[in-house]
Nanobody, 115 residues
Framework: QVQLVESGGGLVQPGGSRRLSCAASGRIFTFSTMAWYRQAPGNQRDLVAKITTGGNTNDADSVKGRFTISRDNAKNTVYLKMNSLKPEDTAVYYC?????????WGQGTQVTVSS
């Protein structure tokens, strides 16, 4: 299993930017599909963006053109660059790794978009 630690959350004003990082331990990072999910209070956990081992990405419609997922295999890290943030982006953001049938989750990092 992969251990995942997110960082970069915090308070940001509407229209602002933030970059989340997820550091992974374990040699299987390179072979894992990585993703970011988010969960707002009272809501289910939803996929935000996904990146495969080959670098192909898939973004939720709500973040297309604003958020970018990327990965650095040399650093065992996946990033989520968030631009033009809106209050409705407020949520706990979770890092996710899939390797075969093994699914790993980080502890989450809070992002609050508010003036």
């Amino acid at each position: 299993q992969v251990q995942l630690v997110e960082s970069g959350g915090g308070l940001v004003q509407p229209g602002g930017s933030r970059r989340l990082s997820c550091a992974a331990s374990g040699r299987i990072f390179t072979f894992s599909t990585m993703a970011w999910y988010r969960q707002a209070p009272g809501n289910q956990r939803d996929l935000v963006a996904k990146i495969t081992t080959g670098g192909n990405t898939n973004d939720a419609d709500s973040v297309k053109g604003r958020f970018t997922i990327s990965r650095d295999n040399a650093k065992n890290t996946v990033y989520l660059k968030m631009n033009s943030l809106k209050p409705e982006d407020t949520a706990v953001y979770y890092c996710n790794a899939i390797f075969g049938v093994t699914v790993s989750w980080g502890q989450g990092t809070q992002v609050t978009v508010s003036s």
